[in-house]
């Protein structure tokens, strides 16, 4: 399970990189990119990161990738 949550949190990491400097949500982006950072690194080392935690960053990374996708497309 650690696995895919390591998985999915760098997938996010990925797309959140590419999000403008121009955008208005850049800044949030950078913030949940720091966390997200942080928990891969903590799940690397093999302690566990709370799951509800984990959940919520994987949330608010989608969410912040759906609103970008939205400003781009106005």
């Known amino acids: ?4 949550l390591i ?3 760098l997938f996010l990491l990925s797309r959140l990189e590419r999000i403008s ?5 850049a800044h949030r982006a950078s913030g949940i ?5 942080r928990m ?5 080392k093999g302690k566990a990161g709370s799951n509800p935690e984990v959940q ?3 949330e608010n ?3 912040v990738l759906e ?6 497309v106005r």
């Open 67 to 72: 609103k970008a996708a939205e400003e781009k």
């Open 21 to 25: 400097a121009d955008s208005v949500l």
């Open 7 to 9: 998985r999915t949190l």
């Open 40 to 44: 891969v690194e903590t799940l690397e």
């Open 61 to 63: 990374g989608y969410s």
């Open 1 to 4: 399970m650690s696995q895919d």
């Open 33 to 37: 990119r720091g966390a997200m950072l």
């Open 56 to 58: 919520k960053l994987i």
